[in-house]
C-alpha cells in the first residue's frame, strides 16, 4: 500500500514537472529580450512654444494631439536625422496610429506604430486584435524604442526603398508612398497623414537643422552617442564570453550597456580583456 502511495507521488511530482516545462517552451515568451537603453536627453525643438502658438491661433485644435507633438517632436526629429524619415511623417503616423498614444496598445507595449511582430522579431511582445483577432505585436519597454523601431522598419525593408529617393520635405510624397508601398490597407491613409501635418504644421520640424542637433545631443548627454536597442539571447546568468577581435568597447555597443557599467560589473580596473574570459552583462 505505501509503494501504491509513492509511486503515485512520483508520477504527479513528473507530471506537474512536465506541466512546467510546457509553460517556459511558450510561444508568447521566446527565449530572448530586447536589450533598450535608457532613453537619452534630446534637445528642445521649441515644441511647447510651437503648440502654444498653434493653439492660440485655433483653439479647437486636439489637446491631446498637441501634447503628444510636445512629448515626441524631438524624437521624430533625431530619427529624421538619423535615419532620413520626415519628422513630420513620422509625428503624424505616431499621432494616427497611437491616438495621440493614448491606444491600448500604446499604453499596454509602447508601441506607437502598430507594428506587428513579423517573423524576424525576437523581442517581447502583446496579443492584440487589429485585421484579424489576436493579433502578435511587438512591446517595447520605452516609446523611444518604438520610434527607433519604426525608423529600421522603413530603411530596412526593401518595399520602402523608393521613398528614401524622395525628398525629405515632400511628406505628401512620403504619405502616399507608404501607401503604395503597403504599410497601411486604409486607402485613406494618406490622406490622413497629410491632414494631421497640414493642421499642426508639422512640416515645419523638416526644418530643423542636423548639426546643431547632433550638436546639443552630445553636449546634453556629455558626448554619449545613442545606443540602439539590440535582442539579446536570454542565458543564465547573462554571460558573454569574449571573441578574437572583441573590445570592451565593442562588446559593451553589442548589448546596449555602457563601458562604465560593464567594468563596474566585473570589477575590472582598465579596458583590457582576454579570449575565452566570461563577463557579466547583468547583475
Given at each position: 500500500m505505501k509503494l501504491k502511495i509513492i509511486f503515485s507521488f512520483l508520477f504527479l511530482v513528473i507530471l506537474s514537472s512536465c506541466g512546467a516545462k510546457r509553460k517556459v517552451v511558450n510561444t508568447k515568451n521566446p527565449g530572448v529580450e530586447i536589450a533598450e537603453p535608457k532613453p537619452i536627453r534630446l534637445p528642445s525643438v521649441n515644441a511647447t512654444r510651437f503648440t502654444k502658438k498653434l493653439a492660440r491661433r485655433n483653439p479647437r485644435l486636439n489637446k491631446k494631439t498637441l501634447a503628444y507633438i510636445r512629448k515626441y517632436a524631438a524624437v521624430a526629429v533625431k530619427e529624421m536625422h538619423e535615419y532620413k524619415i520626415p519628422a513630420s511623417i513620422t509625428l503624424a503616423q505616431g499621432i494616427l496610429e497611437s491616438g495621440n498614444g493614448k491606444s491600448?496598445?500604446?499604453?499596454?507595449?509602447?508601441?506607437?506604430?502598430?507594428?506587428?511582430?513579423?517573423?524576424?522579431?525576437?523581442?517581447?511582445?502583446?496579443?492584440?486584435?487589429?485585421?484579424?483577432?489576436?493579433?502578435?505585436?511587438?512591446?517595447?519597454?520605452?516609446?523611444?524604442?518604438?520610434?527607433?523601431?519604426?525608423?529600421?522598419?522603413?530603411?530596412?525593408?526593401?518595399?520602402?526603398?523608393?521613398?528614401?529617393?524622395?525628398?525629405?520635405?515632400?511628406?505628401?510624397?512620403?504619405?502616399?508612398?507608404?501607401?503604395?508601398?503597403?504599410?497601411?490597407?486604409?486607402?485613406?491613409?494618406?490622406?490622413?497623414?497629410?491632414?494631421?501635418?497640414?493642421?499642426?504644421?508639422?512640416?515645419?520640424?523638416?526644418?530643423?537643422?542636423?548639426?546643431?542637433?547632433?550638436?546639443?545631443?552630445?553636449?546634453?548627454?556629455?558626448?554619449?552617442?545613442?545606443?540602439?536597442?539590440?535582442?539579446?539571447?536570454?542565458?543564465?546568468?547573462?554571460?558573454?564570453?569574449v571573441k578574437k577581435g572583441d573590445t570592451l568597447y565593442s562588446i559593451a555597443r553589442k548589448f546596449s550597456i555602457s563601458v562604465g557599467n560593464l567594468k563596474a560589473i566585473n570589477n575590472l580596473r582598465g579596458t583590457i580583456i582576454s579570449v575565452g574570459q566570461k563577463l557579466l552583462l547583468k547583475n
Open positions: 491600448g496598445l500604446a499604453l499596454k507595449s509602447n508601441n506607437h506604430f502598430g507594428i506587428k511582430c513579423h517573423r524576424n522579431w525576437n523581442g517581447q511582445r502583446v496579443y492584440h486584435d487589429d485585421d484579424e483577432k489576436g493579433e502578435c505585436f511587438r512591446k517595447y519597454k520605452y516609446p523611444e524604442t518604438s520610434y527607433n523601431d519604426h525608423s529600421l522598419f522603413l530603411s530596412q525593408r526593401s518595399r520602402y526603398a523608393f521613398l528614401f529617393d524622395y525628398n525629405i520635405k515632400n511628406y505628401k510624397k512620403w504619405a502616399y508612398g507608404l501607401r503604395k508601398a503597403g504599410y497601411a490597407t486604409d486607402r485613406k491613409y494618406p490622406s490622413k497623414l497629410i491632414k494631421i501635418i497640414k493642421e499642426y504644421k508639422l512640416y515645419e520640424f523638416d526644418e530643423v537643422k542636423k548639426r546643431r542637433f547632433i550638436r546639443e545631443i552630445k553636449k546634453l548627454n556629455k558626448g554619449i552617442h545613442f545606443e540602439k536597442p539590440s535582442v539579446t539571447e536570454k542565458t543564465k546568468g547573462n554571460f558573454y564570453r
